[in-house]
């Protein structure tokens, strides 16, 4: 396969043992955080801009296994990104009330306005993933989520929404590692669940959920970044992203020097009312 992060081209079959965890696209550690540092700053200018020209939404979906990398990927994007305009949407195991509704119901009231930009943290995909996992709802319904899935994303992107959709890939050594250090670290033992730890017990059942998702969900395709380096995986979230903007630039320019141009018109007639 091509050069990571892997993209999933629509309709592409999936076999995730194939997609190398610890991929680095032959960076050297150093080189990549310096490069990774320019591309956050270009990052942070292109969410300026969209933000100003009001005309695009922008959504990040990070999927991933226990211990992937979702929260490290969002405190290193929130190095760049401006508070101002930015949200994130964790989805947890879902309360009372949002399990009594369709399951896109409390995705929906998340997503971002233009201008705006959120990143999920786990997504409506976990219906398909935990959920078809754990039989939570019978395979008649999950089954259907697949479309509904797609539907939804479509309508996203028809109201000029931006889709990232991101899988963090590591391995099930690197994970074991990381749960490790969960009970070794304090500060991170507030993350410790035995949850994660049976959840692990269901590695491949996940890998199969996951291979069905991003096959049957690519319209908008899926990348899939090796997450056992995260100083990789911050890179190639960052370009990534930046890539993804980078043709929106010119656009948003168009609109702000119009925006410009209408404001400055309406100063010089309140100008020329003056005395
Ligand atoms: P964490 O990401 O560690 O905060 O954990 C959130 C937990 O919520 C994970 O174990 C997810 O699998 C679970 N979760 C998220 N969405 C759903 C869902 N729709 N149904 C069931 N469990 C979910
Ligand atoms: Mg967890």
Same mark, same amino acid.
């Given at each position: 396969? &091509?050069?990571p992060p892997y993209?999933?081209?629509?309709?592409?079959?999936?076999?995730?043992?194939?997609?190398?965890?610890?991929?680095?696209?032959?960076?050297?550690?150093?080189?990549?955080?310096?490069?990774?540092?320019?591309?956050?700053?270009?990052?942070?200018?292109?969410?300026?801009?969209?933000?100003? &020209?009001?005309?695009?939404?922008?959504?990040?979906?990070?999927?991933g296994?226990?211990?992937?990398?979702?929260?490290?990927?969002?405190?290193?994007?929130?190095?760049?990104?401006?508070?101002?305009?930015?949200?994130?949407?964790?989805?947890?195991?879902?309360?009372?009330?949002?399990?009594?509704?369709?399951?896109?119901?409390?995705?929906?009231?998340?997503?971002?306005?233009?201008?705006?930009?959120?990143?999920?943290?786990?997504?409506?995909?976990?219906?398909?993933?935990?959920?078809?996992?754990? *039989?939570?709802?019978?395979?008649?319904?999950?089954?259907?989520?697949?479309? &509904?899935?797609?539907?939804?994303?479509?309508?996203?992107?028809?109201?000029?929404?931006?889709?990232?959709?991101v899988m963090l890939h590591? *391995?099930?050594?690197?994970?074991?590692?990381?749960?490790?250090?969960?009970?070794?670290?304090?500060?991170?033992?507030?993350?410790?669940?035995?949850?994660?730890?049976?959840?692990?017990?269901?590695?491949? &059942?996940?890998?199969?959920?996951?291979?069905?998702?991003?096959?049957?969900?690519?319209?908008?395709?899926?990348h899939v970044v090796p997450a056992?380096?995260?100083?990789f995986r911050?890179?190639a979230v960052?370009?990534l992203?930046?890539?993804?903007?980078?043709?929106?630039?010119?656009?948003?320019?168009?609109?702000?020097?119009?925006?410009?141009?209408?404001?400055?018109?309406?100063?010089?007639?309140?100008?020329?009312?003056?005395?």
């Amino acid at each position: 396969m &091509a050069k990571p992060p892997y993209k999933i081209e629509p309709g592409e079959r999936v076999n995730l043992e194939d997609l190398d965890t610890g991929a680095d696209g032959g960076w050297e550690r150093d080189a990549a955080e310096a490069r990774t540092l320019e591309l956050g700053k270009e990052l942070g200018e292109l969410q300026e801009l969209l933000y100003a &020209a009001g005309q695009h939404a922008l959504l990040l979906v990070l999927q991933g296994r226990d211990t992937a990398g979702k929260d490290g990927t969002i405190r290193h994007l929130l190095l760049h990104l401006n508070a101002q305009g930015t949200s994130i949407a964790p989805f947890k195991v879902p309360t009372p009330k949002e399990i009594a509704h369709d399951f896109l119901w409390r995705v929906h009231q998340v997503t971002p306005g233009r201008g705006e930009t959120t990143i999920f943290n786990r997504s409506h995909y976990e219906d398909v993933l935990v959920v078809r996992v754990h *039989s939570l709802v019978p395979e008649d319904v999950w089954k259907l989520r697949y479309e &509904a899935i797609n539907n939804f994303e479509r309508l996203l992107v028809q109201s000029n929404t931006i889709v990232v959709k991101v899988m963090l890939h590591i *391995s099930k050594d690197e994970q074991e590692q990381r749960l490790l250090e969960r009970e070794q670290e304090t500060e991170k033992a507030w993350k410790l669940s035995v949850g994660d730890w049976k959840e692990r017990e269901h590695w491949d &059942a996940y890998t199969k959920a996951y291979e069905a998702a991003l096959e049957r969900c690519s319209e908008i395709p899926w990348h899939v970044v090796p997450a056992d380096k995260k100083w990789f995986r911050n890179l190639a979230v960052t370009e990534l992203l930046v890539e993804t903007l980078r043709p929106y630039r010119d656009g948003w320019m168009e609109k702000l020097a119009k925006l410009g141009e209408t404001a400055k018109a309406e100063l010089a007639e309140y100008r020329a009312t003056q005395p």
